[in-house]
């Protein structure tokens, strides 16, 4: 009998440990984030370290990592190598404005449908206030040079919809793009219409060229990235955004969202060669 005993006390101190383990390993929920895209993911220049971090989508995030009763840990990087993160299994997953393509629904575990405002309801093409309005079918950019997030679904829809004669130049932020639309080293830029809005609102010398993509409804939802086969966490991820569904959070966090992208301290990150943030 007592040799029965202390071996169930034995099985017992090894399961608790493999428990303790287990639960040391999963304090920390890791999410790559792309803070160029304003109002989903930016900086707030004003604050710093994990605090500068701001948008929609780190708003979920910290909501995701609170329901999990895990430490939210975002780690910043290009929108291209967000995608490569997840791949590898270097983060649990990326939120970080994604739409819903063929290739990612290949290649990652997608999760569910969230809303996400207005954001990404209309795809258009913003260049400089002169050009304002100017061209407004596809035809229109013969010629031109037109930039767009490397990896990402605008750059799908210029390759897809603008003529065979346009150059399509690509940046891996958004960032820079905008830059290079200032300086006159490309002519217009492709954006999602609620990030557009944020970028006009911090520069005046831009405008909508009125052309605007041809999108699917779906395109209008975003989803979040997890690696493939990761069917476990992408199932928990899911039961949390029903639940920030079924509790009207979204709305007022994308008005929330979108204030912050107003003010003045409101910026985007730039990236070096390796995707990572640049000092
Ligand atoms: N929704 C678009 C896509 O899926 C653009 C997302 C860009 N996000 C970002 N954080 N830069 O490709």
Not at 182 to 204: F, H
Request: charged fraction near 25%.
């Amino acid at each position: 009998m007592k040799k029965i005993i202390a071996l169930l006390l034995a099985v017992l101190l090894v399961m608790c440990c493999f428990a303790g383990c287990a639960k040391k390993q999963a304090a920390t929920l890791t999410v790559a984030i792309s803070p160029d895209f304003a109002p989903m993911e930016f900086v707030d220049t004003s604050k710093s370290g994990q605090d500068q971090y701001v948008g929609f989508d780190v708003t979920l995030a910290k909501y995701i990592a609170k329901e999990m009763g895990r430490t939210l840990v975002i780690k910043p990087m290009s929108f291209d190598a967000c995608q490569a993160a997840v791949q590898t299994g270097n983060v649990d997953m990326s939120i970080s404005g994604f739409s819903v393509t063929a290739e990612r629904a290949e290649n990652y575990n997608l999760s569910d449908y969230y809303y996400a405002g207005d954001n990404e309801t209309e795809q258009a093409i913003i260049t400089i206030k002169e050009n304002e309005g100017k061209w407004t079918k596809a035809e229109d950019f013969a010629g031109k040079t037109v930039g767009a997030q490397t990896a990402s679904l605008q750059m799908n829809l210029c390759n897809e919809q603008l003529p065979d004669s346009v150059n399509i130049k690509e940046f891996s932020d958004i960032g820079t793009a905008v830059e290079a639309l200032r300086n006159g080293n490309i002519d217009a830029l492709a954006v999602a219409k609620g990030n557009g809005d944020a970028i006009l609102a911090n520069n005046d010398a831009l405008a909508f060229t009125g052309f605007e993509f041809e999108v699917s409804e779906e395109a209008e939802n975003n989803v979040i990235l997890l690696k493939k086969g990761n069917d476990e966490l992408t199932k928990q991820v899911n039961e949390i955004l029903a639940k920030a569904l079924a509790a009207g959070l979204y709305g007022p966090w994308y008005e929330e969202a979108k204030k912050l992208a107003g003010i003045e301290t409101a910026a985007e990150v730039g990236y070096d060669d390796q995707g990572q943030v640049a000092n």
